[in-house]
C-alpha cells in the first residue's frame, strides 16, 4: 500500500492532530503497511529493524480501537518490551499520541516503586506497557487482570527471549482471551521467534522491513567498517579511532563487566569522559550515568549488550563494537542504536585476525559489506590534531571578541614579525589541545586470517596456528618500507620448506614486522632471510625477545 500522508490511514481526528502537531507528514514504510491491518484487526509477524517507527506502526491502531468511554477499568491492550528503558519509550510515545484521546497508558517495570504502579492500576487503565517480569509479578498479586484484553503485542521479541523471557511471555499469554489480536516484531527471526509465531498468532500477516533505504547516490544512514587488530593494542587503537572519528557520543559494546571497567578507567586515563554500565550496578547507578550521557557530562558509554539494551539516545553518533558479540543478531541490535530517524550514525568493529569468519556472518546477516580500514597512525593523530587546531582558531576569530588581546600583539610585533607571534599563539593552543604525540608509537598492523586456513595450520603434524608450537620472529622492515603481509608470506615459502599455511599471526609496525612461524622452522626462515630482499631492502629477522620471555614465563 502507499499512501501520501496519515490521513489515508483513516485515523482519528485526534491521532491526526497530534502527528501533525508532532511534525509527522507521512508514515514510514512499515507504518504503512502495518497499519491498515493492524485496523482491521488482524495477527501481524514483523521483521523490522529498529529506528523504523515501528513503535507508531502498533500505537496508532491500539488507540484508533479504544472505545469512547472506558469505565471498566482493565486494560485493552498490553504491549511487552524487553528492558524498563525501552517500557519508559514506548509509554511516551503512547502519551503523546494519545493527549487528545484522553487515554491512560501506564507502564510498569523493575527498578521503580511498585506503590506508584499498584495506584495506577487501581485507578483504571487503557494500555499497560510492561517488562515481562515486573507484569507476571503484578498478574500473581491480582493488580493486573488481563481477561479483558484485545490487543498483545511483542515489542523486539528477539531481545525478550535473548534475555530468557521465553516462559514469562508463554505465562502471560495464558492470562489473555484466545480471541485477542496478537502482534509480534522483531529485528531478527531466528527459529524461536517462528515457534511462538505458529503458537500464539492466526494466519498474520507478514511484513519485513530492513532500515529505511537511502535514496540512489546517497550514502548509507549507518557507516560500517572494521579495523583488524590483535588483542593487546586493541585499547590503543580504540583510543586512536575516537581520536580521529570525534563522536558526538558513542556506546563501545564489551562482552563482560570487567573488560568494561578496565577499558573504562583506559579511556579515562586517555582523557575521554567515559562512563561504565554492566550488571554489576544497581538501576539507580545506571540511570545516572544514562542521563550523564543524554545530557552531554559524558561522550561514551562502556557497556554490556545486556546492560545497554533498550537505550534510545538522541545524541548517539556512534556505536563501536569493542568485541565482536557471540550472535549476529546480537551486531544488527547493536547498530540499530545509530542511523535512526533519518540521522547518520557509524559502526565500528575492532576484529581480531582470528574473528573472519563471526564477520562473514554479520555481512551475511545485515547484507551489506563491513569495509575494512587501517588503524590511525602517529602521522593520522598529528593531523588530526593539527586540524582541530585550527577549526578552533577558526571559531575563536569568526564569534570570540579578541580586541581584549590587541595590545600582547601589538607589544609583541615591536620586536617579532607578525607570523612569527602568529605560530607561537598557534604552538600554544595546539598544545592546550593535545599536543605532539613524541611518545606515541604505530601500533602493528595485523590482517584477517581466514577459517579454513586456520584450520589447515591446526591439522596433525601441522607446523603453524594455534594446534602447534609457534616463534615470534621480529623483522626490520616494516610499513615505512612499504612492507605487506604478502611480501612477508613470498618471501618466507619462496626461500624456505613452509607453505603459506604455516605462517601464523602477521602484524605490521611502521618499522618493523612480526610473524609466527612453526618453532620447529624459526631458524631455517632467520637463516633464509639473511639472503632474501623484501621489495628490493635486504632484511634482518631474529626471534622476537618479548614473545621468548612470555612463553619462558608460561613454561611450568
Do not use: W
Amino acid at each position: 500500500m502507499t499512501s501520501s500522508g496519515f490521513a489515508d490511514l483513516q485515523l482519528r481526528p485526534e491521532l491526526l492532530r497530534a502527528l501533525t502537531d508532532l511534525g509527522y507528514e507521512e508514515p514510514t514504510p512499515i507504518q504503512a503497511e502495518a497499519i491498515p491491518p493492524l485496523l482491521e484487526g488482524r495477527d501481524l509477524l514483523g521483521q523490522a529493524a529498529t529506528g523504523t517507527g515501528k513503535t507508531a506502526a502498533f500505537a496508532l491502531p491500539v488507540l484508533q480501537r479504544l472505545a469512547g468511554e472506558r469505565t471498566d477499568g482493565r486494560p485493552a491492550a498490553l504491549v511487552l518490551v524487553p528492558t524498563r528503558e525501552l517500557a519508559m519509550q514506548v509509554s511516551q510515545a503512547f502519551h503523546r499520541y494519545a493527549r487528545d484521546l484522553g487515554a491512560r497508558v501506564v507502564p510498569i517495570y523493575g527498578g521503580q516503586p511498585i506503590g506508584r504502579q499498584l495506584q495506577a492500576l487501581d485507578r483504571g487503565v487503557d494500555v499497560v506497557v510492561a517488562t515481562p517480569g515486573r507484569a507476571l509479578d503484578h498478574i500473581s498479586r491480582g493488580t493486573l487482570d488481563l481477561k479483558a484484553v484485545q490487543t498483545v503485542i511483542l515489542d523486539e521479541a528477539d531481545e525478550m527471549l535473548d534475555m530468557g523471557f521465553a516462559e514469562d511471555i508463554e505465562a502471560i499469554l495464558e492470562e489473555t482471551a484466545e480471541e485477542r489480536q496478537t502482534v509480534l516484531f522483531s529485528a531478527t527471526m531466528p527459529g524461536r521467534i517462528d515457534a511462538i509465531a505458529r503458537r500464539h498468532l492466526r494466519e498474520p500477516v507478514r511484513i519485513q522491513m530492513g532500515r529505511a533505504e537511502p535514496e540512489p547516490g546517497a550514502a548509507p544512514l549507518v557507516r560500517q567498517s572494521a579495523y583488524v587488530v590483535a588483542r593487546a593494542h586493541k585499547p590503543a587503537a580504540l583510543g586512536r579511532v575516537l581520536d580521529v572519528e570525534a563522536p558526538t557520543a558513542a556506546i563501545v559494546f564489551c562482552r563482560t563487566r570487567e573488560e568494561v571497567d578496565q577499558l573504562t578507567e583506559t579511556l579515562n586515563g586517555r582523557g575521554q569522559r567515559a562512563e561504565a554500565l554492566h550488571g554489576g550496578m544497581s538501576q539507580e547507578q545506571r540511570d545516572r550515568v544514562v542521563n550523564r550521557l543524554r545530557d552531554g557530562r559524558a561522550d561514551l558509554l562502556v557497556a554490556t549488550d545486556v546492560a545497554a539494551r533498550g537505550l534510545d539516545i538522541d545524541r548517539l553518533s556512534h556505536v563501536v563494537n569493542y568485541s565482536l558479540p557471540a550472535a549476529p543478531e546480537t551486531y544488527v541490535h547493536r547498530i540499530g542504536r545509530v542511523g535512526r530517524a533519518g540521522r547518520e550514525g557509524t559502526a565500528i568493529t575492532l576484529a581480531e585476525p582470528r574473528e573472519h569468519r563471526m564477520l562473514k556472518a554479520v555481512e551475511r546477516t545485515t547484507g551489506q559489506r563491513i569495509g575494512l580500514q587501517k588503524v590511525p597512525t602517529v602521522a593520522d593523530l598529528r593531523a588530526r590534531r593539527l586540524e582541530l587546531t585550527r577549526a578552533a582558531l577558526q571559531e575563536s576569530l569568526l564569534t570570540d571578541d579578541l580586541d581584549r588581546f590587541r595590545v600582547v600583539v601589538e607589544t609583541l610585533t615591536d620586536e617579532f614579525d607578525v607570523m612569527e607571534v602568529a605560530l607561537a599563539a598557534v604552538k600554544l593552543a595546539h598544545e592546550l589541545n593535545g599536543g605532539d604525540l613524541d611518545d606515541e608509537q604505530d601500533i602493528p598492523e595485523s590482517v584477517l586470517r581466514p577459517e579454513r586456513e586456520r584450520r589447515d595450520n591446526t591439522r596433525p603434524g601441522g607446523h603453524g596456528g594455534r594446534g602447534g608450537h609457534t616463534t615470534r620472529l621480529f623483522i626490520n622492515s616494516g610499513r615505512s618500507n612499504r612492507i605487506r603481509p604478502q611480501d612477508l608470506v613470498g618471501a618466507i615459502t619462496g626461500e624456505t620448506r613452509l607453505s603459506g599455511r604455516d605462517i601464523g599471526a602477521i602484524e605490521i609496525a611502521d618499522r618493523f614486522s612480526l610473524v609466527e612461524v612453526p618453532a620447529d622452522a624459526a631458524d631455517e626462515v632467520i637463516t633464509a632471510l639473511r639472503h632474501a630482499s623484501i621489495r628490493g631492502r635486504k632484511v634482518l629477522a631474529r626471534r622476537d625477545r618479548d614473545k621468548d620471555k612470555e612463553n619462558q614465563n608460561r613454561r611450568p
